[in-house]
Nanobody, 123 residues
């Protein structure tokens, strides 16, 4: 049974930083593409970033490029999202995702999802 458990969300002032973590279990972690999506109230789920199994290929949404960094530690079965220079518009529930082959920004392409962690950025 695959489980993705996010942590690290919270309340932060604009300009601040947070680091999200996602601990994975029940899968061969170093075979999976990992990623992050987010969903703000009243909006659709939005792609944030994804990272290949090796960590060599990374993609970011334009809205977070240069501020967010995705990384992974295959020895710890964990993927991270370092978020710097946070803005109020980054407020959302952030979801960790995993898939063997997804190379897209479409949520429907990702097979496994975590429960999400709330990030709130105050102005």
């Amino acid at each position: 049974q695959v489980q993705l458990v996010e942590s690290g969300g919270g309340l932060v002032q604009a300009g601040g930083s947070l680091r999200l973590s996602c601990a994975a279990s029940g899968l061969t972690f170093d075979r999976y593409i990992m990623g992050w999506f987010r969903q703000a109230p009243g909006k659709e789920r939005e792609f944030v970033a994804r990272i290949s199994w090796s960590g060599n290929t990374i993609y970011y949404a334009g809205s977070v490029k240069g501020r967010f960094t995705i990384s992974r530690d295959n020895a710890k079965n964990t993927v991270y999202l370092q978020m710097n220079s946070l803005k109020p518009e980054d407020t959302a529930v952030y979801y960790c995702v995993a898939d063997l082959s997804a190379r897209t920004e479409l949520p429907s392409a990702y097979n496994y999802w975590g429960q999400g962690t709330q990030v709130t950025v105050s102005s």
